[in-house]
């Protein structure tokens, strides 16, 4: 018997990421190939998407493609393009009648010139669309993503155009892929791993962590809020005294 949805009735996050794991164990597990786990990956998508819209979630942040997943085997990182390509093309529509603006981030430059230009279609169809944001973390480091930031800053900095001193914390969140967007409040992870993967290193500084041990593939709404009504249980103190003013 499938278990009874949790009834979420305390505060929704206003930002939930994801890093989707598990695809490749669940595949093993039914003796399949790996990307298998990926394609039944993209169904999980689709349900938490869903799932987390009707929750009242108003940004959700999919790690879906690491900098570091193109050091994979190039039969696996094809097929992996591939199955992006599918889904840029058959789900983009489907997402822009829920209401869902979709963004990319991430190295996009190493993209083939049809995948680069899919997203951007998705971008642009999807851009005035508010009922949800879902970000997708593709070719995506953290790393890598304030080194940019920083090495932006310092150009500047070099042509005479900003002070350092004037450089903040404020400033430097402009110039990171994910500017405009409020930090996660729940940073979830699946298939039991504990461990952030290079994943919004900073905008996760005061992320409340869910380790969760069900496979990405078998991730749904139930899942999600699961690891919601955790967060509730949390006393978020962002550094300070519980209690104090």
């Known amino acids: 018997m499938m ?10 996050p206003t930002h939930v990421a994801i890093i989707m794991d598990g695809n490749g164990r ?13 394609r039944q990956g993209a169904e999980a998508v689709r349900r938490t998407l869903i799932g987390a819209g009707d929750l009242g979630v108003r940004y959700l ?29 058959s789900e983009i529509a489907e997402l822009h009648s829920k209401g869902a603006r979709v963004r990319v981030i991430g190295d996009t430059a190493r993209f083939a010139p049809d995948i680069a230009a899919l997203i951007h279609q998705a971008e642009e169809l999807t851009r005035d669309n508010t009922r949800i944001n879902l970000t997708i973390a593709l070719s995506y480091g953290g790393r890598q993503e304030i080194t940019a930031a920083a090495r932006t ?6 042509a005479g155009r900003l002070d350092p001193g004037a450089i903040t914390e404020a400033l430097f969140e402009t110039c990171l892929t994910t500017a405009g967007m409020p930090d996660p409040d729940l940073l979830i992870r699946t298939s039991g ?11 996760c500084a005061y992320a409340e962590l869910f380790f969760s041990d069900t496979l990405w593939p078998d991730f749904d709404r139930h899942h999600l809020e699961e690891a919601i009504a955790e967060f509730n249980r949390r006393q978020r103190r962002f550094g300070a005294v519980a209690g104090a003013r």
């Open 26 to 38: 669940w595949a093993q597990a039914r003796g399949l190939p790996r990307t298998a786990g990926h």
């Open 3 to 12: 278990p009874k949805p949790t009834q979420v009735t305390a505060t929704v």
């Open 193 to 203: 791993e504990k461990r952030i993967s290079n994943f919004l290193l900073w905008q």
């Open 61 to 89: 942040t999919l790690f879906g493609f690491s900098a570091e997943n193109w050091r994979r085997p190039e039969t696996e990182v094809s097929a992996l393009m591939g199955l992006l390509r599918v889904y840029l093309r």
């Open 153 to 158: 800053l310092a150009q500047e900095a070099r």
